[in-house]
């Protein structure tokens, strides 16, 4: 039995990116599946919060799981499953709803991004967008999760979630696990090869600077062609100065297992940069891309997976979410 219990996620809300694999998914199959009792969701109900089309849901989300099992995550090993097969999560999330408070919901940056450009295209911003945190914080908490592995990007919402965690435990009893971010050392946030001071993200509009999982060889090599380099020659790891190479030097050690810094004496041109990037991150996603196709032929197969992994994280949910409504005044079912 393992004492380290790990849970993380990923939106069904576009293609997944070169950004989730090295950022979030890449540590989840090499390191955290294999020493510790791990949960991996297709966080569905996330996706719920902005606009979206009901059927593309429903196919991102069974690709996700396709693409998180070619990965490499093993049902052995692990629990995959999707989070609206699981009534706890939306349980829980009410109570810490009632725990948190409208300002520091409000202070998040990923509410504050998507809200003002949902609200420059004219629509309405969803309260689901607002509330997202409290449902973030009930999956992890749900689990009494002791680490949460996750790219830059999410760190704000896990550290409002030890803050619920702790808020909750004073104010009714000791009820959950305080969780902890954890963040690899390179490519905690990749970013856009055409945009290189915005994140590469999956659900962003123009796909050209954005390397999906599943894109072709060819495809990625000419995104990683095109991608936008800085002014001047100097191939050097400068995040502020020099965005465009300091991206393609995490991406390229972060597919090498070695560091940016190490790698930036190597290089007398940015196309010879970019073209060993392209190589490394083709080579990389092959054996991903290869499984995929093999898994994508027998969706029975990932259907019982999610199915097992679904009674699984139903099983470990329970108990801390029943212990979660009686601390806070309900009264039991008679
Ligand atoms: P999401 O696509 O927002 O569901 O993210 C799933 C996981 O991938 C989260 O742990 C994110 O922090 C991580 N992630 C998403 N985009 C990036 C990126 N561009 N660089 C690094 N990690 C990322
Ligand atoms: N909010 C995360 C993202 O956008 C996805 C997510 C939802 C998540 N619930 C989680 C990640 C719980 C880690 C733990 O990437």
Redesign the pocket.
């Known amino acids: 039995m393992y004492t380290t219990r790990i849970f993380?996620?990923?939106?069904p809300?576009g293609h997944?990116?070169l950004?989730?694999y090295?950022?979030?998914?890449r540590r989840w199959v090499d390191v955290d599946q294999h020493r510790s009792d791990a949960l991996f969701c297709v966080?569905d109900l996330h996706a719920l919060t902005v606009d979206h089309d009901p059927g593309r849901v429903r196919r991102l989300s069974r690709q996700a799981a396709t693409l998180l099992l070619a990965a490499g995550l093993e049902p052995e090993l692990c629990t995959l499953f999707v989070q609206s097969h699981v009534d706890e999560h939306a349980r829980l999330s009410y109570l810490l709803e009632c725990v948190a408070t409208d300002g520091e919901m409000r202070r998040m940056i990923q509410y504050r991004e998507k809200a003002g450009r949902e609200r420059e295209r004219g629509g309405g911003v969803r309260l689901s967008l607002l509330t997202y945190p409290a449902l973030m914080a009930a999956d992890i908490l749900a689990y009494r999760a002791d680490e949460v592995?996750?790219?830059?990007?999410?760190r704000q919402h896990v550290e409002l979630s030890r803050d619920l965690a702790v808020r909750f435990n004073q104010r009714y009893g000791q009820t959950f696990t305080v969780p902890r971010a954890t963040q690899p050392t390179v490519?905690?946030?990749?970013?856009d090869l055409q945009d290189p001071k915005s994140?590469?993200?999956?659900s962003h509009d123009s796909g050209s600077g954005i390397v999906y999982l599943l894109d072709e060889p060819e495809v990625i090599e000419k995104k990683f062609l095109r991608g936008v380099t800085d002014s001047g020659f100097d191939v050097s790891y400068d995040q502020e100065a020099r965005p465009g190479v300091s991206n393609l030097l995490e991406i390229l050690a972060s597919c090498e297992g070695t560091t940016p810094q190490e790698l930036s004496g190597e290089f007398s041109s940015y196309a010879a940069l970019k073209r060993r990037t392209a190589d490394a991150v083709v080579q990389l996603l092959k054996p991903v891309q290869e499984r995929h196709r093999e898994l994508a032929a027998d969706p029975g197969h990932v259907d019982a997976v999610l199915r097992k992994g679904a009674e699984r994280a139903r099983e470990r949910a329970k108990p801390t979410v029943d212990a979660a409504y009686r601390a806070i005044g309900l009264l039991p079912p008679m």
């Not at 490519?187 to 970013?191: G, L, P, Y």
């Not at 994140?199 to 999956?202: D, E, S, W």
């Open positions: 993380s996620g990923v939106k809300t997944l990116t950004g989730n090295l950022g979030a998914i966080v592995p996750v790219g830059e990007d999410q490519a905690a946030r990749v970013m994140k590469m993200g999956k």
